[in-house]
């Protein structure tokens, strides 16, 4: 099929190909086929998802499209923000935009040789941003797409930051136009686009006067910059050849969380809210007591494990005022097994040992797997192996089942980041292995053998 050729932002021979018409839907009833390129939605040029989802919400949309080199159009009404059934190649509509920096820190360089080739992929797409929650440097943007997400009102968008401090922005990302674009954090906040930003911390590097600065510039852009997450740079064993970088020490991990706290606390005074916060792995590191619910205003940077587990541990302490509930329909004796990081050991072991005490006849065993497969400086679940839960847990009795964080698994919950499944983890272990829910509701739910949606 004769397709139209049209060149984008740089990309030649750019179409939007519709792979897949649903039955009976408007765009059926408008005999829009599979294989048709989308052209245009009321006069506007179709590049990506977000043009078109934007362009789609009119209650009365024109589609121009190409048919064997045809160009033809058909005109749908519909309900305001209503799809009208057309899938195409890819969710994005176009390739995703990999990342032009070469950042000191970078995880992605830090992989050992081997592993599955997405996984060297490094993405740095405002769009994902916006649809998946993914940060972005800013560095693969121009004006005319902040214009766009100006236009779109695109928000929020997700900012990797690092420091404030131009130059040395393009030391850390090497990328001489990392400093430029910090411009376009005042843009976005004068256009009253929400903001969350990031700042990965290296030791030597933008911490101290320069962590200071960053947040004093940051703090600036209030209330759009709606947060700051301050996460230490993870570093593994393979950093042959990288910028040398070290861990925090305990002493080290205590003094950044006491800078960011007075920082935070005077935000607090003024705005409410702490604004800047650190991950708990710097908590960790600094072997304290993590903050209550309450510090988190919300946790709004959750996902980037701040505040993860107090989370956790607040949601798992609220499910059990039900508990008499679950007790009408617990079947004992039951004895199951949890593999976990380091970082979350602790919560988990407490979580488990108050639930067996308040459930006669169960029996929870936690298991601290310390990750080989990266280092041992690497303390988050999500990025434990199967090999590494093989080689600690084989030989062990696990009960009548092995729960391993979900969160190990890739999005399509099928294999670990070594590439083992779940199924062959099982048959190694001799012992059905399942992936443990995200919430404490979850955990109390995988422990009694419940599903999550049981209503009692």
């Known amino acids: 099929m004769q397709t139209r050729k049209r060149c984008v932002f740089g990309r030649e021979n750019f179409v939007v190909r519709i792979t897949y018409v649903k039955p009976h839907s408007r765009a059926h009833r408008a005999r829009i086929l599979a294989n048709d390129n989308l052209i245009s939605i009321n006069g506007r040029e179709i590049n990506d998802v977000l043009d078109y989802r934007f362009f789609l919400a009119e209650s009365s949309v024109t589609l121009k499209l190409c048919r064997d080199g045809e160009d033809y159009e058909v ?39 081997g592993m599955r080739k997405t996984l060297y992929f490094k993405d740095d797409d405002s769009r994902l941003s916006f649809l998946h929650g993914n940060y972005i440097t800013l560095t693969n943007l121009q004006n005319r797409d902040i214009d766009r997400i100006i236009e779109m009102h695109i928000s929020p968008i997700n900012i990797s930051v690092h420091t404030t401090n131009p130059d040395l922005r393009v030391k850390m990302m090497h990328n001489k136009r990392a400093g430029e674009v910090l411009s376009y954090i005042k843009r976005l906040a004068d256009a009253g686009i929400g903001l969350c930003g990031q700042i990965v911390l290296c030791k030597g ?7 200071e600065r960053s947040m004093k510039d940051l703090a600036a852009f209030f209330p759009a910059m709606q947060s700051v997450s301050i996460v230490p740079a993870g570093l593994t064993k393979f950093r042959e050849d990288l910028f040398p970088l070290e861990q925090f020490t305990q002493s080290e991990a205590c003094a950044v969380i006491d800078q960011v706290d007075r920082f935070a606390g005077q935000m607090k005074k003024e705005h409410g809210v702490r604004m800047f ?30 505040g993860m587990i107090t989370s956790l541990f607040s949601e798992f302490c ?3 005022e039900y508990i008499d509930d679950y007790l009408k329909h617990f079947i004992a004796p039951r004895h199951v097994s949890v593999a976990t990081g380091v970082a979350a050991y602790d919560a988990i072991s407490s979580m488990a040992k108050k639930l067996e005490l308040l459930i006669p006849g169960l029996k929870i065993d936690v298991h601290k797997i310390i990750n080989n497969f990266f280092g041992e400086s690497i303390t988050v679940s999500g990025l434990l192996t199967g090999k590494d839960i093989c080689e600690q847990l084989q030989g062990r009795d696990l009960g009548d089942a092995l729960f391993f964080p979900g969160n190990a698994l890739r999005s399509d919950g099928d294999l670990f980041l070594d590439d083992m499944s779940p199924e062959e983890l099982s048959e190694i272990l001799k012992v059905p292995c399942y992936p443990s829910g995200e919430s404490g509701s979850d955990f109390v739910c995988d422990m009694l053998g419940f599903e999550p949606n049981d209503q009692y």
């Not at 190649?89 to 990999?98: F, R, W």
């Not at 590097?205 to 962590?211: A, Q, R």
């Open 277 to 306: 916060y650190c991950a708990d792995e710097l908590y960790l590191k600094a072997a304290r007591p993590l903050p209550d619910e309450s510090y988190y205003d919300g946790y709004p940077q959750i996902d980037n494990g701040v």
């Open 205 to 211: 590097i933008n911490d101290k006067d320069e962590l």
């Open 75 to 113: 005109t749908i009404r519909k309900s305001q923000y209503d799809d009208i059934g057309l899938d195409f190649e890819t969710p994005l509509m176009d390739e995703k935009q990999s990342c032009r920096n070469k950042c000191i820190f970078c995880f992605i360089d830090q992989l050992p040789d």
């Open 318 to 320: 609220d499910e059990l």
